[in-house]
């Protein structure tokens, strides 16, 4: 069974700081799909960000950007010029490739930023 | 764009008494998924659905059952609640064949479960 394990319960920053989640997951898969959600207090889930494991390039999408290692199955995101808005609970997910897969989450980070 | 829809948004229930989630997918999806959060948690994949027929399974306990049905709307019954059952439940929906991003799984809002 794949598992994902966020090491980090909590985290913070200063406003306009980067900060890096870490994640890791087990997999016996090769071809996978791996999520950064963000849930604010609204309790919404929202996708931060996508990789897909056969790609190498990482995934970028404005100020958040990842680092992906396949071998190591690793998987952090690292949070640029950081603002207000983006205090929330983190979770990392895995998805197997292929048909309509279930995500399978990790326990969470919760980011504070600090102004 | 259109979202997923989840109804009601907030469910009062007392112990042993029965409640029905609704999710509306977004139009064209054909995948429906639920998921359960409990308070401080991540979500748990309880049940998903394709086409109307139960694709996958997970933790989902027998007092629990779901379907979808022909207009790709899912319920997931829920009976005999126990206290435990207080959580965030969240319908997601993709759709199979997409040349953007194929099973993306979007969220709906969740519906707020409180069992007194």
């Known amino acids: 069974a794949q598992t994902v394990t966020q090491s980090q319960p909590e985290m913070s920053v200063q406003e306009a700081e980067t900060v890096t989640l870490s994640c890791t997951y087990d997999t016996s898969e090769s071809d996978y799909y791996l999520f950064w959600y963000k849930q604010p207090p609204s309790r919404q889930m929202i996708l931060v960000i996508r990789?897909?494991?056969?790609?190498?390039q990482n995934a970028t999408e404005n100020r958040f950007s990842v680092n992906f290692q396949k071998a190591a199955k690793s998987f952090s995101l690292k949070i640029s010029d950081s603002q207000l808005g983006d205090a929330a609970m983190y979770f990392c997910?895995?998805?197997?490739?292929?048909?309509?897969?279930?995500?399978?989450f990790g326990k969470g980070t919760l980011l504070t930023v600090n102004p | 764009a259109a979202g997923v829809i989840q109804s009601p948004r907030h469910l009062i229930k007392e112990k042993r008494e029965t409640a029905t989630l609704k999710c509306y997918p977004i139009p064209r999806h054909d995948t429906v998924y639920w998921y359960q959060q409990g308070p401080g948690q991540d979500p748990q994949f309880l049940i998903s659905?394709?086409?109307?027929?139960?694709?996958d399974k997970g933790s989902i306990p027998d007092r629990f059952s779901a379907q979808q049905f022909s207009d790709y709307h899912s319920e997931l019954n829920m009976s005999s609640l126990e206290l435990g059952d207080s959580a965030l439940y969240f319908c997601a929906s993709s759709l199979r064949f997409s040349s953007g991003s194929p099973y993306e799984q979007y969220f709906g809002p969740g519906t707020r479960l409180t069992v007194t």
């Open positions: 990789q897909e494991a056969y790609k190498q």
């Open positions: 997910a895995y998805r197997r490739d292929g048909s309509n897969y279930k995500l399978t």
């Open positions: 659905f394709y086409e109307k027929m139960q694709s």
